[in-house]
């Protein structure tokens, strides 16, 4: 069983950055591979990027890759999501997952309660 909490989202302007967190819980957090997703209302929750268990590996989606970045410290029990050049399309509630490597929401068995990210233009 793995607990996860977001943190660290906010209102920022467009342009400008945010940081989210994603604590664990429980055993085993080294070994699962993270994902982050957001979802807007009406809509699916959507892929943004995933990490490898070993953090050698990571992957995004066309629409943040090159502005968002996606670590983790296996020693904190914490992943993280730099998220630099925001826009207002990024304006959604962010998830963090951990489970299967993939960008689908249904191969991630744990999830966070969610962390609001507004970007206003």
């Known amino acids: 069983q793995v607990q996860l909490v977001e943190s660290g989202g906010g209102l920022v302007q467009a342009g400008g950055s945010l940081r989210l967190s994603c604590a664990a819980s429980g055993r085993s957090f080294s070994t699962y591979n993270m994902g982050w997703f957001r979802q807007v209302p009406g809509k699916e929750r959507e892929f943004v990027a995933s990490?490898?268990?070993?953090?050698?590996?990571?992957d995004y989606s066309d629409s943040v890759k090159g502005r968002f970045t996606i670590s983790r410290e296996n020693a904190k029990n914490t992943e993280y999501l730099q998220m630099n050049m925001l826009k207002p399309e990024d304006t959604a509630v962010y998830y963090c997952?951990?489970?299967?490597?993939?960008?689908?929401?249904?191969?991630?068995?744990?999830w966070g309660q969610g962390t609001q990210v507004t970007v206003s233009s």
């Open positions: 997952a951990a489970g299967s490597w993939s960008r689908l929401a249904s191969d991630y068995r744990y």
């Open positions: 990490i490898s268990w070993t953090g050698g590996s990571t």
